[in-house]
Structures are given as structure tokens and as C-alpha cells.
């Protein structure tokens, strides 16, 4: 029979043959392009693709679209997988159209993902969905929920669900970070953002802060450990905290799943529950477009070991990754502007958890791996007033005159900038930092770079004597806090460190600092 070699299918995988039933429902049903076929199911698209196979001559394709041919549907429905338990959480988010709606419009101006961040784009159903649950299993009216990565918005669709919750997100991408603060401000939700690489460390306002963490980590082990470690340090109480992660992982490939567990005791946590399939991607299909959350519990403070900086799966900090080679580091040493008195110096690794760099005549710096927020952050950790930074090619700082200008914008009181575009080869470029005299500047100007100088104070301290500094002596401590009360452009970010900011916030900010000044 046309049909037996899909029986073979279904009988080969035994007890899971449920999920391809469910496909062979779908393919009855109507036309349906290959990634529903994966995700709504939760299939991984190789096996969906077997089943296609063995469907054979009885399969229509129209472009990516797939059907049962119509004649062939009542020999292919026999085997389908007929009463399919109800799910209650998809029932509630279809009882909240209104706050679906608005997840949906503001996943679909989310900046694009990032493919060296591992971004895949979690549906609008799904983080609404993961609001409901946490709202429904947690007492979050005034509480703070703390979210490590937040791409899929998990952040903003909580707040729709519950705006009596403090929501806190720390990331890596600028762009999200911006619009996050955006599309909270224009709700009035209240959501904070901070900035920060998790494989340097975190901010310190975010340490032992959250009675909830979540987060959507890297699915490599070292990925989901050092995500795992920073989540716990973000725990105010270990007793009562919880890490809630997602995971995915093939089912045709468990042995990766085992090695993530794995990891995650070595941390110590209890897994309280696992709920399978609960997330769904516009994309992610080798994982049947799909992953589980992991309740977690830890037994323990934990904090993250100094980990390597290859934690995911795309792009030059992938975990096969190998880096710039050393041609292009010898070039880095050889183009560090330093005294001539000086030695070259030798090439240090991305961070900035602390100033980088003090006591030395220069630096040189590898940020061949760098995202795109790297450079600008390094720029600000720097000592020495003389640095060299190699960086990719196609960095949103240097591949364009835009981009260019708005770093120079940032740090032109600090340091003249040149960009030695495809240096030493074509994929990378290296960025000269030499610095500026202060004498050179005014007032407003020496404020601001007395604040950019000491990026790792509280923000509200560094202002204030960057005033006084700037006026010579002119200014009392008094006086020169009053102005930056009546300059500040976010009250709440004079408790923070410059370098934890947001992009968006240090370019709103660095004007106020040259305003206070005058």
C-alpha cells in the first residue's frame, strides 16, 4: 500500500509517534509551509522531512507549502493523531487578545536578531505565554523579576500581564536595550534596563537583586552554565528564588541535552520542573522550533567562573571558533600608539568589569569577537590614555561614516579615534585611541571626560566632582550636586555606573554633564 511506508515511520518511533501524527493532521488539513510543520507540532525538521519522504507520490508541494493530496486524505487521517489533550495555557492566552496584540506589534519592530548572540525569535504567543504561567505560579505584585537576555520581550509582555511587577533586564545588545526602555516608557511599565556581556560579569546593581530570574540562554553547555551561574548571582534569597530557563534540545540528539543537565547540577541547582515544548520559535528548526522550561532551584550561591568567551553556536564567539589568528594580533601590537620609551604591549582579552589597563603606557586589545558593543565599552574601562583595538571588519562602529561619528560622538573628549578600515586584512580593522589633552577642552568638555575617565563609579559621585573638577574649585560639593540634580536626564541612573548603562542612556546623558558644566 502508498501508505506503508509512513506506518513504518510511525511504528519506528514507537511510543513518540504522537508529535507525527499530529504533522500527518496537518498535511490533511490544508496546505501548511515547512516551518508550522515543525513548530506547531514541535517536530525537528529533519523528521519532518522524513515523513514528506515517505508520504512520497502522494504529497502535493506548492513552494515551501505541503498537503496530503485531497484524494489521499482519508487513507493518511487513519493514522492521525485524533484527540489531542487540551493545553490551558493556550486557552488563557487566547482569553488575553488585547496584550497579545500588543506583544505582537512590539516583537515585530524588535531590532533584528543577531545571529552571533544565538537570537531566534521566540513567538508572540510564547512570551505572552510565559507571562500568564509566571503570573499564575508566582505572587509577582511587588516583586522584581529579573530577566538575562531579553530578545523575545519577556520583559514587556509580564508587565502587560501583571504592572505591579518590577521587571529588570540585563543584556548585551544595545539596540534591544533601547528599545525595551522605549516601548516601557510610551506603556508606563516598569521595566529597567541595564548593559552588560555576562561571560565579564554583571552590574553590580543587578547582583543579589531579583526574587525571579529568567532567562533564554545559548543552548551550548558552556552557554547555559554561565547563564545558569549569573542567574543565581542575581538571587536575593535563595530560599525562595528561582531560575526559570529555556532549553532545547533535538530528540534526535539527547546526548546534548544529557551534557546541559549536566553542567547545570555541577551548579547546583534541584530541577523542579521541566515543562516540555513550552517554548515556540519563528525559526530554531533543527529543535523542531521548539524548547523546555527548566524550573531551577539552587542549593547554593554560586558564582561564575571567569569562563571563555566561545559560548554560542554562530559567528566568531561560536564554540569552534578560533579567533584572529596571530598575524592580525602582531599587526594590533605593531599599529598601539605608546611612548617611545615604552615596550609593545601585549594583546589583553575583551572585559571591562574593572578598569583595564592601570599603570600601563597603552593597551592593545582583541575585540576580533566583538558583537558590536565591545569596543565602546572597552574605550571606556581604558587607563592609559593611548589604546589600539582589533575588531571585525563590518562593526557597526567603523564599517560606516554613521557609525563612526556616533562613536567619535561619545568619546571625543577622551580620545581622538582612527579607524584603519580592513587592517590588517580584509576582515578586520584596527581602532586607534590616542588621547586628548585636557587643557584643550572647556569646561563643559572637561566634565564630561572626568566622567567618561571614571566610568566605574556611581554615576551621581562621578558627576559631582567631574563639576567641581572642571570648574577649579570654583564649585562647592554642594553646589555642583544640586546642578547635577537639576541636569540628570534619569534620576535612577545616578545609582548606576556609567559603563552599565545603555547606550542610548550614556548618548542622552554626556550632554546634560556638558550643560551642567556651564
Known sequence: MATEPVRALLNARGVHARKLRRVLDLLVEDWHPLAELVRLPAVPRRTVQELLTAIGDDLETSGDRHRVAPAKAADYAAFGAREVLADPLAELVRQHPEQLRAIAADIADVPPPLAALDHVQATAETALRRALWLDAGYD???????????????????????????VVVVDVDDRLLEHIDTRAAERGR???????DFRFGLPPAALESADL???????????MAL???????????????????????????PALGLKVQQELQKLGVVFEAILPAFHRFEGAQAIGSAADLYVCRPTRRTTAAQPKTTIYTHG????????PGSQALAALVDLAPRPESSPPPKPRQP???????????????????????????????????????LVPNNHPDVASERGQRGLVSLVDTRFKLKFLRSTPDGKHCV??????????????????????MRAHGKLGNVWREALVTASRGQLTKREARDRVAAHATDEDDLELRLIDLPRHRIAALLPAVRASAG
Not at 509577582?140 to 509582555?157: E, Q, W
Not at 530570574?213 to 552557554?223: A, C, L, N, R
Not at 547563564?227 to 530528540?251: K, P, W, Y
Open 227 to 253: 547563564f545558569t551561574g549569573r542567574a543565581i548571582e542575581c538571587l536575593a534569597d535563595l530560599g525562595t528564588g528561582r531560575v526559570l530557563l529555556a532549553h532545547g534540545f533535538s530528540d534526535r540528539t
Open 351 to 389: 572585559g571591562w568589569a574593572e578598569p583595564v589597563g592601570k599603570g600601563a603606557a597603552s593597551l592593545a586589545v582583541d575585540l576580533s569577537g566583538d558583537p558590536g558593543p565591545w569596543l565602546l565599552r572597552t574605550l571606556l574601562a581604558c587607563s592609559p590614555g593611548r589604546m589600539a583595538a
Open 213 to 223: 530570574v529568567f532567562s533564554d540562554p545559548p543552548y551550548t553547555p558552556e552557554g
Open 431 to 452: 581602532v586607534v585611541a590616542d588621547q586628548v589633552l585636557a587643557g584643550t577642552l572647556d569646561a563643559g568638555g572637561l566634565a564630561v571626560r572626568e566622567v567618561l
Open 316 to 323: 566568531p564567539q561560536s564554540v569552534e571558533a578560533t579567533g
Open 140 to 166: 509577582l505584585t511587588g516583586r522584581t523579576l529579573l530577566c538575562l537576555g531579553d530578545h523575545d520581550l519577556t520583559s514587556l509582555a509580564v508587565c502587560a500581564v501583571n504592572p505591579e511587577v518590577s
Open 190 to 196: 516598569p521595566v529597567r534596563t541595564l548593559h552588560a
